[in-house]
């Protein structure tokens, strides 16, 4: 469905690119199709699990890219590769298509709790182009509505109220990244922007990422065999009334959300605790070192999950560069189904602060 709507609006398909197995790594690395590099640091991953897209985006092979988003896997290579992404309020585009192997993919189709399928680019305005173009019922919902997506908040930047949140109690964050983040918060601050730095509605940090795992395994865990769970231990399943009782605490944080965003228009974080890690091989390392902070390698999503848990939209943006040259991104999470909010948000902060920067290239010579 994605793909006949760009193409009825005049896209040209070039291709498929490279994804990790499973889409379940944050180096998009098979034995099929190799390695993917990151243009700014071939010894670096470009993410996972949209990290051949990034990386076709980095080096201009192409000007649009479209992927998936369960655990960060837009955002992550977006902040990897110093690139835009944006993840749809839940539901919002069609994920006819998207689904493990022996699930129906047929109209209608199941939807893939958590997950949503979105546009990465090298500007806001082509995420904007490529989000109104995609998004909308499909054929067997549009029998009965449509879409009408809220315009942004406001037109200029100033007018913006941002709350800032540069800490996650469950995994540390890099002194670069912080860094970078302060900047852009100071210069926000100077233009007039209202900025915030905490709220009674924000939902628990810690909590959300524990009920977001616990989601997260049942989702991964459905097409294990009963064998292996057993020998397992059950780990990962959830019993259906587990499964209700962590959907309740998710809708409680839904509606804190609505309630924070009475106040504010966007909260702007990190997008991932660390910059792009260096290629690790077929095995995932248990943690990645930054900066001389251990980060576990499970625990990189975990800034991801404050939007998608409750299916807030989120858009990816490059924040500069670290003193290593790497690319650093954050993330504007906006209220649900405002996706345009957070896409003009930061295309007004790629107006005044610069956004995407392509990498020197240093293969070339």
Request: hydrophobic fraction near 40%; charged fraction near 20%; charge should be negative.
């Amino acid at each position: 469905m994605r793909r006949r709507r760009l193409k009825a609006a005049g896209a040209i398909i070039v291709g498929k690119t490279n994804v990790p197995p499973l889409l379940a790594d944050w180096q998009s690395a098979n034995h099929v199709y190799g390695v993917t590099r990151n243009p700014w640091d071939l010894s670096r991953t470009s993410g996972g699990s949209s990290g051949g897209g990034a990386a076709a985006l980095t080096a201009g092979f192409v000007s649009l890219e479209y992927g998936s988003d369960l655990a960060s896997s837009l955002r992550a290579p977006a902040h990897f590769c110093g690139i835009y992404a944006h993840k749809p309020t839940y539901g919002l585009t069609p994920s006819r298509g998207f689904a493990p192997p022996g699930v129906p993919t047929a109209c209608p189709a199941p939807e893939i709790d958590l997950a949503v399928l979105g546009p990465m680019a090298r500007s806001a305005e082509d995420l904007d182009l490529a989000l109104q173009v995609t998004a909308g019922p499909d054929a067997h919902e549009a029998v009965g509505y449509d879409l009408r997506l809220p315009p942004p908040r406001h037109v200029a930047l100033k007018d913006y109220r941002v709350l800032v949140l540069d800490q996650h109690p469950l995994v540390p964050t890099g002194d670069s990244i912080r860094a970078a983040l302060a900047e852009r918060v100071g210069r926000l601050e100077a233009l007039g922007c209202r900025i915030g730095r905490e709220s009674p509605h924000l939902p628990d940090l810690a909590q959300t990422a524990t009920t977001f795992v616990e989601l997260l395994m049942a989702q991964l865990s459905t097409d294990e065999p009963d064998s292996e769970l057993a020998a397992a231990g059950g780990e990962g399943s959830l019993s259906h009334r587990d499964w209700i009782v962590a959907d309740r605490l998710r809708t409680a944080f839904a509606q804190q959300w609505r309630e924070l965003f009475r106040d504010w228009d966007v909260v702007l974080c990190p997008s991932m605790p660390t910059q792009a890690p260096r290629l690790n091989g077929p095995s995932s390392p248990d943690a990645i070192e930054a900066e001389g902070v251990f980060v576990p390698y499970q625990a990189q999503p975990l800034w991801g999950t404050l939007a998608t848990l409750t299916g807030n939209p989120a858009t990816a943006l490059p924040a500069g560069l670290d003193a290593m040259g790497l690319p650093i991104g954050l993330q504007a999470i906006g209220p649900y189904l405002e996706d345009r909010t957070t896409i003009g948000f930061a295309g007004l902060m790629a107006g005044e602060f610069g956004g995407f920067a392509a990498p020197p290239y240093p293969w070339r010579g």
